[in-house]
């Protein structure tokens, strides 16, 4: 696994050992960041919120969505995760990197997140498949101040796994990769 743009692309990733971690594939997040670099369009007279934004790495494992975005721009980035051996994975790729001023690591449930006193402008939610995570997770983020109507949500499901059922949301993009699912969101609205 490595990074595929921007100024650390081809830089090799460290991955967390155990069956619970699912990367998301080189090619995939190279499609993604792809349509990220177009994220302005969603939005009227405002820069793309991968360009010096914060980006909030949920369910970071190996932490490869959050290092992507550090290596295209993002200003910071925040992993959460509650396992202990992805967390030590993203650290060392966060040393290996030189990336230490601008991320940190959270042993942290995006489903019970910490408060956050600035809302991310992007948000990674990658759980595992078939735990239906996604919708909790949103309303978390949100309630936990990490999501308003600014921040781009971005989620990785299984196909057969049910969408994010937020009041609000509003799905601007979806695109199929082999059995998964990577959805593109956007809250109007922070209020239930």
């Known amino acids: 696994m ?42 009227e007279d405002e820069e793309n919120p991968l360009l010096d934004g914060i980006v909030l790495d949920a369910f970071a494992g190996s932490g490869a969505l959050g290092l992507e975005a550090l290596s295209r721009g993002a200003q910071k980035a925040v992993f959460f995760d509650r396992d202990a051996k992805a967390l030590a994975a993203i650290e060392e790729n966060i040393k290996t990197l030189r990336l230490e001023d601008r991320a940190t690591t959270r042993r942290a449930d995006a489903t019970k997140p910490i408060k956050s006193h600035e809302a991310a402008s992007l948000i990674f939610l990658d759980p595992p498949y078939h735990k239906e995570m996604i919708t909790p997770s949103i309303i978390a983020l949100r309630d936990a ?30 695109r199929k990769y082999g059995r998964c699912k990577i959805e593109i969101m956007r809250l109007f609205s922070t209020n239930n």
């Open 2 to 43: 490595r990074i595929v743009g921007g100024s650390l692309r081809g830089r090799t990733l460290t991955c967390p050992a155990g069956s619970d971690v699912r990367p998301t594939l080189d090619r995939v997040r190279e499609s993604l960041f792809n349509i990220l670099s177009h994220a302005s369009r969603w939005y």
């Open 145 to 174: 101040g990490w999501i308003n109507d600014k921040t781009l949500i971005i989620a990785e499901r299984a196909l057969r796994d049910p969408g994010a059922d937020v009041p609000g949301i509003d799905l601007l993009d979806s």
